[in-house]
């Protein structure tokens, strides 16, 4: 029920401090309902989060379309807490110059094997408020990978490029390229994005090769060697 569009319930969220209501009528975002946090009379303090699990690892975007009033002493963010409850990543929402405007408020965080929990903390003078609407969580695709085993295959390949083939500072770009992947591989320790930086570089290096032209080349007009 990120969109709220069904009433309010713990049945959805986890509520810690002054309820919020949801609004149907006025303010509305998009959609039938928001979520209000407003009180005339006192100060309110709100946390209403989601655990989620199984979640399949990787990283996570968290986001949410929120109207703020509130004070400059008030307090108010969107967060991501690990299983113990130690926050991961927050993003603080701000008092707009525009009011009336809703803002998109988001932010990046990496899932394990390990519950998640996500949700919006604050505390808002009275008279005050916050609207929310479309509280969202995506997984971002993977970046593609490399393995030792690509690499060693990348790094044996290269042994088929001769240097009286292409230009000196080509050449010596692959060299150095090469010569760096063969660390990153023998490296007993490299890790996963080094792995795959040794390759994407020396694939970029034998992308870049330059060859020199020869005598007897068909794309030489006149076969004039020079």
């Known amino acids: 029920n990120g969109e709220f569009e069904k009433e309010f319930s713990e ?19 998009s959609g039938t309902g928001h979520l209000d946090m407003y009180n005339s009379t006192k100060e309110i303090t709100v946390d209403i989060s989601q655990s989620l ?11 949410l379309s929120a109207e703020v009033g509130i004070a400059d002493t008030d307090e108010a963010y969107i967060y991501a807490k690990d299983a113990e409850g130690n926050i991961l990543a927050r993003e603080d929402l701000r008092q707009e110059a525009e009011q009336d405007k809703y803002e998109v408020y988001g932010l990046v965080t990496e899932v394990s ?7 919006l903390y604050a505390r808002v003078t009275k008279s005050k408020w916050i609207n929310v609407d479309e509280f969202r969580m995506g997984r971002l695709p993977d970046m593609e990978t490399y393995t030792k085993a690509q690499l060693q295959t990348l790094l044996t390949e290269t042994g088929a490029y001769q240097a009286a083939d292409y230009t000196a500072s080509s050449f010596a770009a692959l060299t150095t390229a090469k010569t760096n992947a063969q660390t990153i591989y023998e490296k007993a320790n490299a890790t996963d994005k080094e792995i795959t930086q040794a390759y994407q570089k020396l694939q970029a290096a034998i ?3 330059v060859k020199l032209k020869k005598e007897g080349d068909p794309n030489i007009l006149n076969d004039v060697f020079w």
Request: hydrophobic share 25%; aromatic share 8%; charged share 20%.
């Open 11 to 29: 049945a959805d969220w986890t509520c810690v401090g002054t309820n919020p209501w949801r609004e149907n009528k006025k303010g509305l975002h």
């Open 53 to 63: 699990t199984n979640l399949e690892p990787g990283t996570y975007t968290l986001q």
């Open 113 to 119: 094997d390990e519950p998640i929990t996500v949700g």
């Open 207 to 209: 992308d870049g090769l």
